[in-house]
Nanobody, 118 residues
Framework: VQLQASGGGSVQAGGSLRLSCAAS????????TGWFRQAPGKGREFVSR????????FYADPVKGRFTISGDNAKNTVYLQMNMLKPEDTAIYYC????????????WGHGTLVTVSS
């Protein structure tokens, strides 16, 4: 399974970006797709998750009300709409997928850089 994250870029604070994560390769029973990020000098943190079977979504507190995750099953793609961006959102954003309700994510994309200037 290959995951291709795209859509990153440079924006000013208050701006918006939409990230995409397209999955390809062998058939994979995806339970959930998640977005994570890693800011310069910091560890990776969870951002958001979509559970495909139910459409359920979950967000980390710092992005609640500003970010929206959605999925297009036909295109095997998950999106992360990011609004009201803040400088602290600056990070490399990664998408990942897993096949089970518990346990680690199985496959990761290479990431896309988001830079928010004040």
């Amino acid at each position: 399974v290959q995951l291709q994250a795209s859509g990153g870029g440079s924006v000013q604070a208050g701006g918006s970006l939409r990230l995409s994560c397209a999955a390809s390769g062998r058939s994979f029973n995806t339970y959930a797709t998640g977005w994570f990020r890693q800011a310069p000098g910091k560890g990776r943190e969870f951002v958001s998750r979509l559970i495909w079977s139910t459409g359920s979504t979950f967000y980390a507190d710092p992005v609640k009300g500003r970010f929206t995750i959605s999925g297009d099953n036909a295109k095997n793609t998950v999106y992360l709409q990011m609004n009201m961006l803040k400088p602290e959102d600056t990070a490399i954003y990664y998408c990942a997928v897993k096949s089970t309700t518990t346990g680690a994510y199985d496959y990761w994309g290479h990431g896309t850089l988001v830079t928010v200037s004040s």
